[in-house]
T-cell receptor
Framework: DAGVTQSPTHLIKTRGQQVTLRCSPKSGHDTVSWYQQALGQGPQFIFQ???????QRGNFPDRFSGHQFPNYSSELNVNALLLGDSALYLC??????????????FGNGTRLTVT | DQQVKQNSPSLSVQEGRISILNCDYT??????FLWYKKYPAEGPTFLIS?????DKNEDGRFTVFLNKSAKHLSLHIVPSQPGDSAVYFC?????????????FGEGTQLTVNP
C-alpha cells in the first residue's frame, strides 16, 4: 500500500521562473492538501483540493495555484518565484470525510531552492 | 499571528528519562490537537491526538495532556529512547474548517542521548 508520493525530491529554480510540484495521494484517499515548510518553521497550509476543486486556502498569494486530477493526484504551481519561496513543500492526503483530529498522511516533500 | 506556539526550539534528555514537550495556542475554536514527529528527509508522521473535550490521551509511551483554561498542551514520552530523536510538531484543527487544515507550531528538536 503506497503512501503519499511526491516528485521531484529536490529542485533548483531561478527567481522569476515557474515551478510545478506533483503529489500522488495514499490509496483510498481523495483529498490533497499542500503545505509549505520554511527553514526552522512549522508547515503552513497552502490549500486543499477535493473533487478537482480548491476547497480551502491559506494565506498565500495567487502566485500559488493548484490542480487535482480525476485520479486524485495533484499539482502545485508557483509562478514568478521569489527567494522567499525556498522551502520544503509537503503534500498530505486524507478522505474528505476526515473528522477533525484524524491524522493526515504526509509525503516526504519536495525541497525547492530559488536562487 | 502565531496561533500555535512551541517556545522551546530544542530539548535534550537522557535515555530512559521523561521528555516533556510543550505547546501553547490562542484560538479558542481549535477542537483537536495533534502531535507529529519528523525525521530529516521524511514527512511528518502522526503520533497522537487529543480532543478538546478531554484532558488526557495515552498511547503506549506517549501521553498528551490538555489544559484548556491555560490553552496549553504537553506531550510526555516515557521512557525516552534514542530513536525518539526527531523534530516534534504540535498542530491544531478548528471546528469550522476541515480536519485536513492544520495549524502547526514551529517544532521542537528532541535529542535523546544514550
Amino acid at each position: 500500500d503506497a503512501g503519499v508520493t511526491q516528485s521531484p525530491t529536490h529542485l533548483i529554480k531561478t527567481r522569476g521562473q515557474q515551478v510545478t510540484l506533483r503529489c500522488s495521494p495514499k490509496s483510498g484517499h481523495d483529498t490533497v492538501s499542500w503545505y509549505q515548510q520554511a527553514l526552522g518553521q512549522g508547515p503552513q497550509f497552502i490549500f486543499q483540493y477535493y473533487e478537482e476543486e480548491e476547497r480551502q486556502r491559506g494565506n498565500f498569494p495567487d502566485r500559488f495555484s493548484g490542480h487535482q486530477f480525476p485520479n486524485y493526484s495533484s499539482e502545485l504551481n508557483v509562478n514568478a518565484l521569489l527567494l522567499g519561496d525556498s522551502a520544503l513543500y509537503l503534500c498530505a492526503s486524507s478522505r474528505i470525510l476526515i473528522t477533525s483530529g484524524s491524522p493526515l498522511h504526509f509525503g516526504n516533500g519536495t525541497r525547492l531552492t530559488v536562487t | 499571528d502565531q496561533q500555535v506556539k512551541q517556545n522551546s526550539p530544542s530539548l535534550s534528555v537522557q535515555e530512559g528519562r521523561i521528555s516533556i514537550l510543550n505547546c501553547d495556542y490562542t484560538n479558542s475554536m481549535f477542537d483537536y490537537f495533534l502531535w507529529y514527529k519528523k525525521y530529516p528527509a521524511e514527512g511528518p508522521t502522526f503520533l497522537i491526538s487529543i480532543s478538546s473535550i478531554k484532558d488526557k490521551n495515552e498511547d503506549g509511551r506517549f501521553t498528551v495532556f490538555l489544559n484548556k483554561s491555560a490553552k496549553h498542551l504537553s506531550l510526555h514520552i516515557v521512557p525516552s529512547q534514542p530513536g525518539d530523536s526527531a523534530v516534534y510538531f504540535c498542530a491544531a484543527s478548528a471546528k469550522e474548517t476541515s480536519g485536513s487544515r492544520l495549524t502547526f507550531g514551529e517544532g521542537t528538536q528532541l535529542t535523546v542521548n544514550p
